[in-house]
């Protein structure tokens, strides 16, 4: 199919309910902990070619934004909600949590292969574990491939909760025991070239979705990635520059084989990190200010981009300003895919493709980061009668950008290579009782500038909008670990225990 047929095909397949067609294929990249500064169009001294590539062919978005840690983002992204409507406000799904993201609403995965689509997941999940219904080949995947935990060891797929320890690898609904010793950028990238090798109906659209483990800690990467930056003095970053060229690589290893498979002129790519990077873990966000875990840009910030050669030719290139939020993959690639959003509760998402393909302005006017009703509150109330400051939440309203309770770290810190003397990171925020944060993100997008007491009209706006946002969120579900999670009661293997 040539590239105009494919653009065509592609624009009759979005607005037409019954087509002849073929839908698009969809491949979503999630890379863990991903930094801001990271990617070499940010003016990184990491390399990514392949990325770089892939974004300056296709759009990249320079107003988008997920969470800050690992489970809300991945909650928001194949559910299409707000973590207060899913009760996972606060904090990761831990090992040994009896917790999930709730079965009542389908996800992405369901919806995709309700439209015919092949879907597969490969790499991490963090979703929840603890009964069968709660696995990825339960939430709408055909296969899965990959961890169901946090965290591990790159080459062991190890990991310890406390006093319990276990492998956590699955092949499907199997524990897998089988990959100790290998890498795990390369056993993912290497399951999904098998997949689109495998794939023998020509007619039948793939959805595979490919969360890596990288570049989360430990920082582990083979050392000829490690060795390519021997000009980065400190180590962690050094790794860490090593697991982001790796990842790098995998990626350019897969889109040459649906290239070569004849896929590559009728696939969707979507590339996101699901959260700031982790300072302390070598990531970096400069200029912005925070990492991971906090309601500051540095936090939830994020990379990505869209590359197809369906995209619109006048915006092949371009960056997009749109404000764009990970819940609005669900309803923009359902629709894509000639789906339907029939049996979901209400979606927070919005459908973002004439944001992205035809350079519109984005329906999108505000995002809830959050409210964690867990968090230790900070401070006292600021106003009387309105939401409480000493809760810790952060809702974006066109350009402004309110943050309330205690947000997290709030250092602007330049990567190490940089060589900026250590004095330029300890920034006086205010007193450590402070609870009220108001920015202009458009004119001040690295949060330099309070403007809290010179616009007290619009702080109490956004804080009776909090309000509003508060009343509609469902009880925050953060259960105990439980003992029969101890991966010694099932030969050594993290999964389910009820």
């Known amino acids: ?35 801001f500064h990271d990617i070499g169009y940010h003016a990184s001294e990491i390399r990514t070619p392949n990325l770089d590539k892939l974004a300056h062919g296709g759009v990249r978005l320079e107003n988008y934004y997920v969470q800050p840690i690992c489970t809300p983002t991945r909650s928001q992204l194949l559910s299409g909600r707000y ?13 040994t949590q009896p917790n999930g993201l709730p079965l009542d609403s389908p996800t992405i995965a369901d919806k995709l292969k309700e439209a015919g689509y092949s879907t597969h997941a490969v790499g991490k999940w963090h979703l929840g574990f603890y009964k069968d219904e709660y696995l990825p080949t339960s939430r709408g995947f055909d296969s899965y491939f ?83 930056y021997w000009f980065i003095n400190q180590r962690a970053r050094r790794t860490y520059a090593g697991m982001v060229t790796c990842m790098d690589e995998a990626v350019g290893n897969i889109t040459r084989a649906m290239q070569k498979r004849g896929l590559w002129d009728n696939t969707l790519m979507v590339f996101t990190t699901d959260n700031g990077g982790q300072v302390i873990e070598g990531g970096n966000n400069y200029p912005l200010r925070g990492w991971k875990g906090s309601l500051w840009e540095g936090g939830m910030h994020g990379v990505g981009f869209v590359h197809s050669q369906l995209l619109n030719d006048k915006v092949i ?147 009776k909008r909090l309000k509003i946002y508060q009343k509609t969120a469902v009880p925050c579900r953060y259960p105990n670990g439980d003992p029969k999670a101890d991966p010694s009661l099932r030969g050594g293997f993290w999964g389910p225990w009820e």
């Open 317 to 463: 290139g371009s960056v997009s300003r749109g404000l764009i939020h990970v819940t609005d993959w669900f309803p923009t690639l359902v629709k894509l895919a000639n789906g339907n959003l029939n049996g979901t509760k209400p979606l927070d998402g919005y459908d973002q493709w004439n944001t992205i393909n035809k350079a519109a302005d984005s329906p999108r006017r505000e995002i809830l980061h959050n409210i964690d009703p867990l968090f230790k509150p900070a401070g006292r109330p600021v106003y009387n009668g309105t939401f409480d400051t000493r809760i810790r939440a952060a809702l974006r309203v066109g350009d402004w950008k309110i943050l309330t309770g205690d947000p997290g770290n709030s250092s602007w810190i330049p990567p190490p290579e940089d060589n900026m003397p250590p004095e330029f990171n300890q920034i006086s925020v205010g007193p450590n009782t402070k609870n009220l944060w108001l920015f202009n993100i458009a004119k001040d997008p690295n949060e330099r500038v309070d403007l809290s007491d010179q616009e007290p009209t619009r702080v109490r706006a956004m804080l």
């Open 146 to 228: 990959g961890y169901l935990t946090g965290s591990e060891n790159y080459y062991s797929h190890y990991r310890c909760n406390g006093k319990m320890c276990g492998t956590d690898f699955r092949d499907n609904t199997k524990p897998a025991g089988a990959y100790n010793g290998s890498y795990s950028t390369h056993l993912f990238a290497n399951r999904v070239i098998d997949i689109i090798n495998n794939h023998e109906d020509d007619n039948k659209p793939l959805f595979i979705y490919l969360p890596f483990q990288a570049v989360h800690s430990p920082l582990q990467v083979p050392k000829q990635y490690e060795d390519q």
């Open 83 to 95: 973590q207060i409507h899913t009760g996972l406000q606060h904090g990761i799904i831990w090992p």
């Open 1 to 35: 199919m040539t590239r105009r047929k494919a653009l065509t095909c592609f624009i009759l397949l979005s607005y037409i309910t019954h087509v002849t067609c073929k839908q698009p294929h969809i491949l979503l990249v999630v890379a863990d902990d991903y930094g």
